[in-house]
C-alpha cells in the first residue's frame, strides 16, 4: 500500500513510469492515450524537447529566486507574452503555483483595489453554482460544486449564488435561447440589487464550465450580459480560465469567442503544460495603477511566485503554441471531435449531450434522453466507465453528476492540441464501445 495521501484512501492509482507525445507508459509497460491531458492540463504533450530544453536551460541558469530579492529575466518575458497576447488593458501578470492560488489571488486583488479606492464596504462576491474555482478555503467558497463545498462549508465566506448557464440542461421547452439568457442575466441583476451593489467586489465565472458538468459554454450574449451588470453596477469581472483558458477552447482566451474582456482573469492548466507547477493572474491596468497610486504593495504572496523554472517551460510552452500557430489546429481537430462526438455518441440511448468548444469536448449521461434524468449517484457510472476506458488504454475524466441530483454523470475530453485524426476516432470508438456496455 502507498504511504502517499492519495485521493482514495483504499486503492492506490496505477504507477507511471514515461510519457511522450499523447500517451502515458504505466510500469507494466501498458500505454494510455491520454485524452484529457490529465485534467486539461497537457496541451503540447508529453516530453516537448523544446520544453524540456528551455527548462534545462534555465535549471543550469537560474532555477529560483525569491521575489523579495529578485525578479528573473524569463519570468518577466512570460509576463510580456502573456500581456501583448491578451485583449484590452489586460497589462499585468501574478504568478503563482497552480489554479487555486490564482483565483486566491484574483479574489484578494479585487478586494484590495475596493479598498485602495475607498470602498472598504465591498465584501461579498457573487459566483455561481455547478462551478469549480478549486480547493482552497476561498476558491472553494466562489465555488458551487455542493460535493465538494459539503463538509466544508461552514468554514467558508458567504457567497451570493446565481445559476450557471447550462442551456441542455435549465433551459425550458417554451423558451428561446435568448430569453434563456435574459432570465439567467435578470437573475443576476436581481441578485446585485438585493445585495446592494455597494457592498459588492465581483462576480467569478468560469467562461467554459469545465469539471463540474463537462465543457458546458456559455449561451451566446450571456457573458456580453454580464459584462454589462458589472459595468453598470461598478462591479468586477473574474473570469476563472484555469482549465478552459490558454488555446484550449480555440483562442488563447475562452472569452474572445464571447466578445468579452474581464477585470481579471485566472489561467493555470495549460499556461505551462504540465511541464510544472504554474497559475497566474492577469489584471486590467486600472486594477493595478489603483493599488500602484494607493498603498503601492499588493497585500498577498506565496513563497514560489514567479518561480523562474516554471516560468522557462511556460514560456517555451506559449511559444511554441504561437509559432506552431497551434490554435488553428484546436479549431479544426476541435470542430472534428465535436462532430465525431454528436454524430458518433449521440445516436446512442444514454447520451443526453455533447458539448464543447474546440478540444474541450463534454458527454453527459442520462437514463432518458426525453425527461435528461440522471443515473443513480449510486451506481458511480462514471467510474466504471473511467475504469473501462483505462482499461482499454484511453484515459479521459469522467465525473460524478453533482449533490442537487439535476445532473448526470459526464465525461470530460480534452487532449493534447497536437491530437492527431486517427488518435481522435479512437477516443471517440472506444468511448461508444465503454458508454453502451456500461449503460446496458
Ligand atoms: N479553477 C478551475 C476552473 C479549475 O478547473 C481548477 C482545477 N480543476 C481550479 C480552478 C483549481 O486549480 P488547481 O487544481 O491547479 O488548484
Given amino acids: ?150 463538509q466544508f462549508a461552514p468554514l467558508l465566506m458567504d457567497v451570493v449564488r446565481v445559476s450557471a448557464c447550462n442551456e441542455y440542461r435549465d433551459r425550458r ?40 458538468t463537462g465543457a458546458t459554454p456559455p449561451t451566446p450574449g450571456y457573458f456580453q450580459g454580464v459584462r454589462r451588470l458589472c459595468d453598470k453596477y461598478g462591479i468586477l469581472y473574474i473570469a476563472d480560465e484555469v482549465m478552459c483558458g490558454m488555446g484550449r477552447t480555440g483562442t488563447l482566451h475562452a472569452f474572445e469567442q464571447d466578445g468579452v474582456i474581464p477585470d481579471i482573469v485566472t489561467i493555470a492548466k495549460g499556461l505551462g503544460g504540465g511541464y510544472q507547477p504554474i497559475g497566474a493572474v492577469l489584471a486590467s491596468e486600472k486594477i493595478v495603477a489603483a493599488l500602484q497610486a494607493g498603498s503601492g504593495l499588493f497585500q498577498h504572496g506565496h513563497t514560489y511566485i514567479c518561480h523562474a523554472t516554471a516560468a522557462a517551460a511556460a514560456l517555451a510552452v506559449q511559444q511554441v503554441i504561437e509559432r506552431d500557430n497551434l490554435l488553428a489546429q484546436v479549431q479544426q481537430q476541435g470542430a472534428y471531435l465535436q462532430q465525431a462526438l454528436r454524430e458518433v455518441l449521440g445516436e446512442l440511448l444514454h447520451v443526453g449531450d455533447t458539448r464543447g468548444r474546440g478540444l474541450f469536448a463534454g458527454v453527459e449521461l442520462v437514463q432518458d434522453k426525453a ?57 471517440v470508438d472506444t468511448l461508444h464501445q465503454v458508454i453502451s456496455e456500461e449503460t446496458r
Fill in 371 to 427: 425527461s435528461k434524468t440522471p443515473f443513480d449517484p449510486a451506481l458511480k457510472l462514471h467510474a466504471a466507465i473511467k475504469a473501462q476506458c483505462m482499461a482499454r488504454g484511453l484515459m479521459v475524466y469522467p465525473m460524478g453528476g453533482t449533490l442537487d441530483g439535476q445532473y448526470g454523470d459526464h465525461i470530460l475530453i480534452a487532449p493534447p492540441f497536437i491530437v492527431t485524426r486517427p488518435q481522435l476516432d479512437f477516443v
Fill in 173 to 212: 421547452d417554451d423558451e428561446s435561447q435568448q430569453q434563456y439568457t435574459q432570465r439567467l442575466l435578470n437573475e443576476l441583476e436581481e441578485a446585485i440589487l438585493t445585495t446592494g451593489p455597494e457592498k459588492i467586489i465581483g462576480f467569478c465565472a468560469e467562461t467554459v464550465v469545465g469539471a463540474t
Fill in 1 to 150: 500500500m502507498s504511504q502517499i495521501i492519495h485521493r482514495s484512501l483504499r486503492t492506490t492509482p496505477a504507477v507511471a513510469v514515461s510519457a511522450q507525445g499523447a500517451y502515458i507508459t504505466d510500469i507494466h509497460g501498458k500505454r494510455f492515450l491520454d485524452a484529457c491531458g490529465g485534467a486539461a492540463v497537457s496541451c503540447l504533450g508529453h516530453g516537448h524537447p523544446e520544453v524540456l530544453a528551455a527548462m534545462h536551460r534555465q535549471i543550469d541558469q537560474l532555477a529560483y529566486a525569491h521575489t523579495s530579492f529578485f525578479t528573473s529575466e524569463t519570468v518577466e518575458q512570460l509576463a510580456a507574452q502573456l500581456t501583448r497576447t491578451a485583449p484590452g488593458d489586460l497589462n499585468y501578470a501574478y504568478f503563482v503555483s497552480g489554479g487555486s492560488e490564482a483565483v486566491e489571488t484574483a479574489l484578494k486583488l479585487a478586494r484590495q483595489y475596493f479598498v485602495e479606492i475607498g470602498q472598504p464596504e465591498r465584501t461579498t462576491f457573487i459566483a455561481r453554482k455547478q462551478s469549480y474555482h478549486g480547493n482552497t478555503l476561498g476558491a472553494l467558497a466562489v465555488g458551487g460544486n455542493e460535493w465538494r463545498r459539503r
